[in-house]
């Protein structure tokens, strides 16, 4: 059974680094098989894909997040990671992280963990 | 790249089938056969119900069946029961750059 959960602070200040982890259970991040996306989402702006890793690393961000968004993968403890810099109170929201078959199909995904951007 | 538009709700009587909609344009929904359904019940995360317009995966109701004509897409739930009360957004491959958008999410109500 494939699992997949989020973990990281659960309140970030304006302008720093949201920075999340998502460990996966019951499937290697290592797999040549499935890509592995974060999506979040929150009542003004809904669900939003926010970007995607694969094994070998390559990766693909949302254009509106791009130049704030890294993410990486660490394939010893099968966990990939998201950082978001520069962070405003529109990024206040619930951090999902998700299986993807890469076409977009997101299978499994996390409980999702709420972040608020606030001072 | 905008949001795929839904309607904001769709209700109906235990046993009935309702359908939903979600429209996109050329350079989403009706130049690709990648759209997928999730269902979602308040406090937990989504599920997928349908991908690649048509399919369901393991596990999930042969009640909810998907079709896509130009650049609309659906998703239909025949013989509605009280667990599908939900909200249920789509999604759509929408190109390299920008890969995956969302649509704006229907809430179901079952009456």
């Known amino acids: 059974q494939v699992q997949l959960q989020e973990s990281g602070p659960g309140l970030v200040k304006p302008s720093e680094t949201l920075s999340l982890t998502c460990t996966v259970s019951?499937?290697?991040?290592?797999?040549?098989?499935?890509?592995w996306s974060w999506i979040r989402q929150s009542p003004g702006r809904g669900l939003e894909w926010i970007g995607y890793?694969?094994?070998?690393?390559?990766?693909s961000y949302n254009p509106s997040l791009k130049s704030r968004v890294t993410i990486s993968l660490d394939t010893s403890k099968n966990q990939f990671s998201l950082n978001l810099r520069f962070v405003t109170a529109a990024d206040t929201a619930i951090y999902y992280c998700?299986?993807?078959?890469?076409?977009?199909?997101?299978?499994?995904w996390g409980q999702g963990t709420l972040v608020t951007v606030s001072s | 790249q905008s949001a795929l538009t839904q309607p904001a709700s769709v209700s109906g009587s235990p046993g009935q089938s309702i359908t939903m909609s979600c429209a996109g344009t050329r350079s989403d929904v009706g130049n690709y056969n990648l759209v997928s359904w999730y269902q979602q019940h308040p406090g937990k995360a989504p599920k997928l119900m349908i991908y690649e317009v048509t399919k369901r995966p393991s596990g999930v109701s042969d009640r909810f069946s998907g079709s896509k004509s130009g650049n609309t897409a659906s998703l239909t739930i025949s013989g509605l029961q009280a667990e599908d009360e939900a909200d249920y957004y789509c999604?759509?491959?929408?190109?390299?750059?920008?890969?995956?958008?969302f649509g704006t999410g229907t809430k179901v109500t079952v009456l």
């Open positions: 998700a299986r993807d078959l890469g076409d977009p199909t997101f299978d499994y």
């Open positions: 019951g499937d290697s991040v290592n797999s040549d098989t499935f890509y």
């Open positions: 890793i694969y094994y070998t690393g390559r990766t």
């Open positions: 999604c759509s491959y929408a190109g390299t750059e920008t890969f995956g958008v």
